[in-house]
């Protein structure tokens, strides 16, 4: 709608591409992939982070210049044998329907400033091991997050039909549930999604186990459910076409394997594990927890970084370096997995705020690699865990998806004959054939 109103009624091309860029660049919270067509220009593009997901394919050489071979966009890719590729996000992109060429026009979001929080920090000392600096550096990580899961939730106040959040149990996704409850009416539910593929026995299925429980404890007069969803080999093999579909251009093992998990969990259908009822949750938002690992150094070869190459500024390499490649690696994936259910994800880790704060700091207040695992990965995080009452996730460390759901475990032994014998990188060979076309549910 805000493109709509801001287009010039006379169509005036030479104004168009900036015009619409101008409007974006005020979209500062927007998660989003838009396509404007008219008689002469396609106008496309992501935003910055390129959290909904938007593929190119083009059979002109180059840059879509000369040639005279098909071009298509699409949220999701309609013919998995050509070859697509994700549009880089942070611009705006004019196509040249006659000339077949593409111009483009950087995108910076204009970021409020940050509001200070004050005096909230003199409430509590810090532990014995915690910087002042960090520690009051955490209160306004807190504040910045509650804002950013604020402004996701906010249709479900209208609409009342809940909020569901992919939930491992872990620290970043029952932080962001414990921030949930603080912002959401006690009537509105909190379903707390979480796949496993060996039942009961995951590392994240106990996790969530103990998680979901000290949350009921914390917050007694919220509806908390946490929808246990599980799957066998056979499930898996009967989806394995579908998910490959959506996925695509992604076709490594381990994005199968990723998106075998993410795509159970955006379903949402499972038992209950209060009342072993079979359950689908209705709600159409899905707060995800991506970004955290890569803005506070959450994964082992941070540590490994920040140890034997270099200290502080490799490790900020690193993390710049994995901030940089998420629209290229998940999110585009991640969206269409999520999209196919009907469904949206969200990403409050993202929130242009808490980017730029963290950006901001010294990595000496984020994370803190002379502590032991667990304790000194995303430390900051950490400590806004321990105040809200999260005694046990805040002290677990970072599994990956595909590991703590253990579709890992199950997908490499029958697909490779053991785990030692499989390779992440390794491109799919699955039990299906590639199939040539593919319609999701609700394309973006």
């Known amino acids: 709608k805000m493109l709509n109103d801001a287009l010039p009624q006379d169509k005036d091309e030479s104004s168009m591409l900036q015009t619409i860029t101008n409007v974006l660049r005020r979209v500062v919270n927007g998660e989003f992939a838009f396509c404007v067509v008219n008689e002469t220009n396609v106008y496309f593009g992501r935003d910055k982070w390129g959290r909904r997901s938007l593929l190119l394919q083009s059979d002109d050489a180059g840059d879509g210049g000369g040639g005279g071979g098909a071009w298509r966009l699409s949220s999701v890719a309609t013919d998995c044998s050509l070859?697509?590729?994700?549009?880089?996000?942070?611009?705006?992109?004019?196509?040249?329907?006659?000339?077949?060429?593409?111009?483009?026009?950087?995108?910076?979001?204009?970021?409020p400033k940050l509001v200070s929080v004050g005096e909230m920090s003199s409430e509590r000392r810090p532990p014995h091991y915690v910087s002042q600096s960090m520690w009051l550096a955490s209160f306004q990580l807190q504040e910045l997050l509650t804002k950013a899961v604020q402004r996701r939730c906010a249709s479900s106040y209208k609409q009342n039909d809940g909020v569901a959040i992919m939930f491992s149990g872990g620290l970043d996704s029952v932080v962001l549930t414990a921030l949930v409850a603080q912002v959401l009416s006690p009537d509105i539910s909190i379903d707390l999604i979480n796949v496993s593929f060996q039942g009961d026995k995951s590392a994240d299925r106990q996790a969530a186990i103990k998680s979901y429980r000290e949350l009921?404890?914390?917050?007694?007069?919220?509806?908390?459910?946490?929808?246990?969803?599980?799957?066998?080999?056979?499930?898996?093999?009967?989806?394995?076409?579908?998910?490959?579909?959506?996925?695509?251009?992604?076709?490594?093992?381990?994005?199968?394997?990723?998106?075998?998990?993410?795509?159970?969990?955006?379903?949402?259908?499972?038992?209950?594990?209060?009342?072993?009822?079979?359950?689908?949750?209705?709600?159409?938002?899905?707060?995800?927890?991506?970004?955290?690992?890569?803005?506070?150094?959450?994964?082992?070869?941070?540590?490994?970084?920040?140890?034997?190459?270099?200290?502080?500024?490799?490790?900020?390499?690193?993390?710049?370096?994995?901030?940089?490649?998420?629209?290229?690696?998940?999110?585009?994936?991640?969206?269409?997995?999520?999209?196919?259910?009907?469904?949206?994800?969200?990403?409050?880790?993202?929130?242009?705020?808490?980017?730029?704060?963290?950006?901001?700091?010294?990595?000496?207040?984020?994370?803190?690699?002379?502590?032991?695992?667990?304790?000194?990965?995303?430390?900051?995080?950490?400590?806004?865990?321990?105040?809200?009452?999260?005694?046990?996730?805040?002290?677990?460390?970072?599994?990956?998806?595909?590991?703590?759901?253990?579709?890992?475990?199950?997908?490499?032994?029958?697909?490779?004959?053991?785990?030692?014998?499989?390779?992440?990188?390794?491109?799919?060979?699955?039990?299906?054939?590639?199939?040539?076309?593919?319609?999701?549910?609700?394309?973006?």
């Open 216 to 444: 009921k404890d914390l917050y007694p007069i919220h509806i908390f459910r946490l929808l246990c969803v599980e799957a066998d080999w056979e499930q898996v093999v009967a989806e394995e076409r579908r998910i490959e579909q959506v996925m695509f251009p992604k076709k490594t093992t381990m994005d199968l394997n990723i998106s075998t998990a993410l795509w159970f969990t955006a379903r949402g259908k499972g038992i209950l594990l209060d009342s072993k009822q079979v359950y689908e949750s209705t709600s159409r938002i899905i707060i995800m927890g991506m970004g955290a690992d890569e803005l506070m150094g959450g994964y082992g070869r941070h540590r490994k970084c920040f140890l034997q190459y270099g200290g502080e500024d490799r490790l900020r390499q690193e993390l710049e370096m994995d901030q940089g490649r998420l629209w290229e690696r998940n999110l585009g994936r991640d969206d269409r997995l999520v999209s196919d259910h009907g469904k949206e994800a969200r990403f409050p880790y993202l929130d242009p705020n808490v980017v730029e704060f963290i950006a901001k700091l010294p990595l000496a207040d984020v994370c803190d690699f002379s502590q032991e695992s667990g304790v000194g990965d995303k430390m900051i995080l950490r400590l806004v865990a321990q105040r809200l009452g999260l005694q046990t996730a805040s002290g677990l460390v970072k599994r990956a998806i595909q590991f703590g759901s253990r579709i890992a475990h199950l997908s490499d032994k029958k697909r490779f004959g053991s785990r030692r014998k499989a390779t992440g990188q390794s491109f799919f060979r699955g039990t299906t054939e590639i199939g040539a076309e593919v319609h999701p549910n609700t394309p973006n």
């Open 83 to 111: 070859a697509w590729t994700e549009v880089p996000p942070g611009c705006v992109y004019q196509y040249n329907i006659e000339t077949r060429s593409t111009t483009s026009v950087p995108l910076t979001p204009i970021v």
